[in-house]
């Protein structure tokens, strides 16, 4: 069973820019999907982006311009490149794996312990 671990995430001020890491232990990710996803304070979990990690492929919530979703076969992770971050994007991020790519949480099947990302006005 593969375990992935977030990290990347911190305190940053609205217009700036960070990157989440999502990197796996216990095994490779192999021909899985991998995606990110959120949740802020006293909201619903919410669907972020994910890849394909054979084929590269990608799939994004609809209103997600301002991020990019990218792996490195090599280090076997993930990465989640954020821009022009707002207030709003205030969340803790969670990294999952499952079996294709998809926006429904029930679709991923193992999940790290989250990285939180705080965005200042």
């Known amino acids: 069973q593969v375990q992935p671990v977030e990290s990347g995430g911190g305190l940053v001020q609205a217009g700036d820019s960070l990157r989440l890491s999502c990197a796996a232990s216990?095994?490779?990710?192999?021909?899985?999907?991998v995606g990110w996803f959120r949740r802020a304070s006293g909201k619903e979990r919410e669907f972020v982006a994910a890849?394909?990690?054979?084929?590269?492929?990608t799939y994004y919530a609809d209103s997600r311009g301002r991020f990019s979703i990218s792996r490195n076969n090599a280090e076997n992770t993930v990465y989640l490149q954020m821009v022009s971050l707002e207030p709003e994007d205030t969340a803790v991020y969670f990294c999952?794996?499952?079996?294709?790519?998809?926006?429904?949480?029930?679709?991923?099947?193992?999940w790290g312990q989250g990285t939180q990302v705080t965005v200042s006005s």
């Open positions: 999952a794996g499952g079996m294709y790519v998809s926006g429904d949480a029930s679709h991923y099947t193992y």
């Open positions: 216990g095994r490779t990710f192999r021909h899985d999907a």
């Open positions: 890849i394909n990690w054979r084929s590269g492929g």
